[in-house]
């Protein structure tokens, strides 16, 4: 089945700093990939997706981009606020047309004023 | 409010006691999925039901666990004779099935039941 590899963390970070939080995939064919988020105490959201090859998904300021020839799908933010601390799963289906995903081990993100 | 709704939010437990879960999807939602999330890991899959059928169970332990998705009410996650390393985050998404040409793969999660088990 498919699957996917985060990088660890935690990580810590000054607000307005630049965020990268590497998500690499091995998948048959080309999936949809997904970003979600996880607040404290609470359960996991949506925050971006896209659904082809090359495809950028966005949203709240963060990015990501579908990029079939490094298979990876790399979370970005240009400048960090406080309230984005949290911890970022990136996720795509278990297998081609499934549909239960798959969550890489989450990264945790901290953002210190 | 519309969204998936889970209760209890928090369960205590004492050891070899049944924990109950339970999880109403989104209204309109005809599939209901569970995750584990453990202290400090990421999220597992359990169970995938729809209504009356349990579609894929490969994440579920072989024993004390089980999950149905009654024709009338919520899901419900029973972990019978809970230990220790049952303490954990339980949650449950559901999604609208559509035709595999439309498919999104976007879940909408609940807040997640604790489980406690002392």
């Known amino acids: 089945g498919n699957s996917v590899t985060q990088m660890e963390g935690p990580v810590t970070l000054s607000e307005e700093a630049f965020l990268t939080i590497n998500c690499t995939y091995t998948a048959t064919g080309y999936p949809s990939l997904f970003w979600y988020v996880q607040y404290p105490g609470e359960g996991l959201q949506l925050l971006l997706k896209?659904?082809?090859?090359?495809d950028k998904g966005s949203n709240k300021g963060f990015e990501a981009t579908y990029r079939k020839e490094t298979t990876s799908f790399h979370l970005e933010k240009g400048s960090v606020q406080v309230s984005d601390s949290a911890v970022y799963f990136c996720a795509l289906p278990g297998i081609q047309g499934a549909q239960k995903l798959v969550f890489g081990q989450g990264t945790r993100l901290t953002i210190n004023p | 409010n519309a969204g998936v709704m889970q209760n209890p939010r928090h369960l205590v437990r004492r050891r070899g006691q049944e924990a109950r879960l339970r999880c109403s999807p989104m209204k309109g939602h005809s599939h209901v999925y569970w995750y584990r999330q453990l202290p400090e890991e990421g999220l597992k899959f359990m169970v995938y039901?729809?209504?009356?059928?349990?579609?894929?169970e490969s994440g579920m332990p072989k024993e004390r666990f089980s999950a149905e998705f009654p024709k009338e009410g919520p899901s419900i996650l029973r972990i019978q004779q809970v230990v220790r390393g049952d303490s954990a985050a339980y949650f449950c998404?559901?999604?609208?099935?559509?035709?595999?040409?439309?498919?999104?793969?976007?879940?909408?999660f609940g807040e997640g039941s604790r489980l406690t088990v002392l």
């Open positions: 896209a659904t082809k090859a090359d």
């Open positions: 039901l729809q209504k009356e059928n349990i579609i894929d």
């Open positions: 998404a559901s999604s609208l099935f559509r035709d595999t040409r439309w498919y999104t793969g976007e879940l909408f």
